[in-house]
């Protein structure tokens, strides 16, 4: 029998202390930037320059100046914004003050806005002038449901620039917002921030694209935007210095961390206000871009653009990462010979955004073109700051077999997860059961370990990498009064990816009417009633198929639409 082992306790009794204990927080990496490389180009936008000495300058502005106007822990700033300097901005100012960043979809309608704005409790709307409109009609409709006064306004501040004409900004400043850059001349650019006390404390909300009945709020902390804005930066390979184009919405997941990335690395942000082929390519040659983010929509907008767009050879070449559903391997190949390398990343809004990588091996490159097509297809593995990932069973939560066939749920567990949802904690129960995050998602692992994505649990329609609930459209469609029965699933799309379909069962009063002159009118009902990208690019008219309970049969319909073939117009 071994003998016991005396320990020495006092090793693990030594306590944290200031000087050897700080809460993990990205804002530290910008303090670094403005010291390291002061003078070297943080931000390009257009004309517009600022270096890291300059931008930090100004997020210590922007924290000063919410802080001046009572704005701080607890409080959320909502932005509806492009990639524009100033949304790189809030994404330091905002947490500086200790307030909370929401960054939202400019592609979502005022209804929905006013939602998120509500939901939140915003107490500063920053909107850029083009969609300051949006702000606007999301601030009357709560105002017009909260009749009492029980609704406190929120400080409203217009974003400039001078890629947008000059009337709307003139509109926004008649309506009493204040403008961005008088904002930040209200702060003090050498205002002594705090770091959180806690690692903890929130850092960001952001929205789900709606897969249940209103989009959810999902809250992340400083932690979980430190070690996955280092883990995305170590996974790509990026390098100090790196000079990144924004395709990727910094709204979308905080711009999958890589905001906060590109400080720690010292690198360059060039702004990119409209995603268009040309334009990439252009700053692909002019200025010096290494990496890039992008849905598979637009590397397919790269490889297919007129020859007068593109600007070939590259000069150097170019990291792409691309997530959800790999590109399928003859864009990959055209990509390749163009020079770029595409990462395939998979993750969701409550991992951070990407959280697992389809990390490549080189022995691989030896394979045939077909089965590094298969390889491809896979999500991969966890991230570096992700501690669990697995595919296991949704009934008894034991991991599936490593065999490439069995689906289980994709789960994952650690530091990269959200802290939850605000305000839902049926929601928050039902998400992290049995000590695991629960993704939605079903998949199949493989014998190396790598999984993949095989089905979506909730039918979530990816369209130019944003989700849409096939629930919410068909809730929306039900409005319509010649709609007896409905389901919409997704088709594939030569732009989109995938866009939503729709079958409708009609009205038995409405089944003699012209289906043409019937579209049209359903087609423009749903404009009025959801964001353009919601909108069923496709409609089937005819009975739904069902099981002997009554239920749709959805895996029939997808067969049905697969079997249509992708649509090639951009809108009906």
């Given amino acids: 029998m071994a003998a016991a082992v005396e320990r020495n306790r006092d090793i693990d009794e030594l306590p944290k202390n200031a000087a050897n204990y700080e809460a993990l927080t990205p804002l530290w990496f910008l303090d670094r930037a403005a010291i390291v490389h002061p003078q070297r180009l943080a931000v390009v936008h257009g004309t517009a320059t600022y270096t890291w000495a300059e931008t930090y300058r100004r997020c210590r502005r922007l924290a000063s100046a919410l802080v001046s106007r009572s704005i701080g822990p607890g409080c959320t700033v909502a932005v509806i914004a492009p990639n524009v300097p100033a949304l790189y901005e809030a994404h330091f100012g905002v947490p500086m003050a200790g307030a909370v960043l929401n960054s939202i979809n400019i592609r979502l309608n005022s209804q929905m806005i006013a939602f998120l704005l509500e939901h939140s409790s915003a107490k500063v709307v920053m909107a850029d002038q083009e969609f300051f409109w949006l702000a606007k009609e999301a601030l009357k409709i709560i105002a017009d449901r909260n009749e009492k006064g029980s609704f406190q306004s929120p400080i409203l501040i217009v974003v400039g620039d001078d890629y947008c004409n000059p009337k709307s900004l003139h509109d926004a400043l008649s309506q009493g917002a204040i403008e961005y850059e008088k904002f930040l001349e209200s702060g003090d650019p050498e205002y002594a921030w705090k770091a959180p006390e806690d690692e903890w404390q929130s850092i960001a909300l952001g929205y789900t694209s709606g897969t249940t009945s209103s989009p959810k709020g999902v809250v992340l902390h400083h932690r979980g935007a430190y070690l ?22 910094m709204f979308h997941c905080n711009g999958w961390c890589f905001t906060w990335s590109l400080a720690a690395l010292c690198g360059t942000n060039i702004c990119l206000r409209q995603v268009t082929p040309k334009a990439i390519y252009s700053a692909i040659a002019n200025l010096g871009v290494t990496h890039l983010c992008a849905a598979p929509v637009v590397l397919n907008s790269l490889i297919n653009a007129p020859s007068t767009e593109k600007i070939l050879p590259l000069p150097r070449l170019v990291n792409v990462m691309t997530a959800g559903s790999a590109p399928p391997s003859s864009l990959l190949t055209a990509l390749s010979q163009q020079g770029f390398r595409v990462t395939h990343t998979y993750g969701l809004s409550e991992t951070y955004g990407p959280s697992t990588v389809c990390s490549w091996k080189p022995e691989w490159d030896l394979l045939p073109e077909e089965i590094r097509a298969r390889l491809r297809a896979r999500q991969g593995v966890r991230y570096i700051g992700l501690e669990g990932l697995d595919v296991v069973n949704q009934n008894t939560m034991t991991p599936v077999p490593a065999d490439g066939i069995t689906t289980g749920e994709i789960v994952m567990r650690g530091n990269l997860v959200m802290k939850g949802y605000l305000k839902n904690l049926k929601a928050n129960q039902e998400a992290f059961a049995g000590g695991w995050y629960h993704s939605g998602d079903l998949g199949v692992k493989h014998t190396d370990g790598y999984i993949e994505v095989k089905d979506r649990l909730k039918d979530i329609i990816i369209s130019g990498g944003e ?16 709609v007896f029965e409905v389901a919409v699933v997704a088709r594939p799309d030569g732009r989109w990816g995938e866009s939503p379909c729709a079958f409708i069962t009609l009205k038995g009063e409405h089944e003699s009417k012209d289906e043409k002159a019937l579209l049209a009118e359903i087609i423009k009902f749903c ?12 409609v089937v008219f005819g009975p739904l198929p069902k099981t002997a309970t009554g239920k749709i049969q959805k895996n029939v319909l997808r067969e049905k639409a697969k079997e249509m073939g992708p649509t090639t117009n951009s809108r009906l």
């Fill in 228 to 249: 996955t804005a280092l883990s995305g930066a170590l996974i790509w390979g990026m390098n100090e210095g790196a000079v990144y184009l924004w395709t990727l919405p």
């Fill in 467 to 482: 989700n849409i609930s096939s629930l919410e459209v068909e809730s929306l469609l039900y409005q319509h009064p010649a």
């Fill in 527 to 538: 404009r009025e009633k959801m964001p353009i990208y919601w909108v069923p690019k496709s």
